[in-house]
């Protein structure tokens, strides 16, 4: 990974840290890009990579000519929830575009771990697997958020950006799959955390090439189960 994703890395981590700690309130005004890089001693490159990553989670939101503020509390339900839930076709088509990408972060993310991204990875994946089963919006929430971690440390700030444009699509698949799928497969958030560990483990070896195929294994399981289900419903 680049200098620059690292640096970025630790400002956003830093940020988050605070964010969860409540010294940036809901709904409260970040410092300005020029603060945090005076605070930091990084670029404006490298805060903005921090904030996109940020914002990708959905714990910040940028309002055009006022600034950058953390979400409040009851943000993230609409943020997905704008369009039916229910929409399948809709769901498998983003799969089908996030396993191109994605299975090319894994790949890169396996070449270029490093000690830091390793270590946010294994955090994700301890919050996913810690993850109330009763709650669907804390699994959607969880399971993105280890998602993105990949992205990250692909170490191009390409995959993080591009996959920020899918935030809602992405959170609509997941939520149809924990709302719906999943409440009718009592193992179905087992099976995915086994896989999301599989994946972590390849990344942590450096084994690019299993760390892409099985990301293409867990992406490709929830496309054939949206395949089945709109054979359904057009027989319907």
């Not at 509390?73 to 809709?90: G, K, M, N, Q, Y």
């Not at 591009?162 to 959170?171: E, Y």
């Not at 958030?189 to 760390?211: C, F, P, V, Y």
């Amino acid at each position: 990974m680049n200098a620059s994703g690292n640096l970025s890395e630790n400002v956003a981590d830093e940020l988050l840290r605070r964010i969860q700690a409540k010294t940036y309130m809901p709904g409260e005004k970040l410092p300005s890009t020029a603060v945090l890089c005076t605070e930091f001693d990084v670029s404006r490159t490298v805060v903005r990579e921090a904030i996109a990553s940020l914002k990708l989670g959905g714990r910040i939101v940028t309002r055009q000519g006022a600034g950058t503020f953390v979400t409040t509390e009851d943000r993230w339900v609409p943020h997905f929830l704008a369009t039916p839930i229910d929409d399948v076709r809709a769901a498998l088509e983003i799969l089908e575009l996030r396993i191109g990408v994605e299975t090319q972060a894994a790949f890169l993310a396996a070449q270029r771990k490093t000690a830091q991204s390793l270590a946010h990875l294994y955090q994700m994946h301890a919050q996913f697997v810690a993850v109330d089963t009763r709650d669907p919006e804390m699994e959607v929430r969880a399971d993105l958020d280890f998602h993105l971690a990949i992205a990250r440390a692909a170490g191009n700030p390409r995959f993080p950006a591009f996959l920020g444009h899918l935030v809602s699509d992405i959170s609509r698949d997941l939520f149809l799959k924990y709302a719906k799928i999943s409440r009718s497969l009592p193992a179905y958030l087992d099976n995915t955390k086994k896989e999301h560990q599989a994946i972590l483990e390849a990344i942590s070896r450096g084994n690019a090439e299993q760390a892409q195929k099985l990301m293409r294994r867990h992406l490709e399981g929830s496309l054939n189960r949206y395949r089945k289900l709109l054979e359904v419903k057009i027989r319907d």
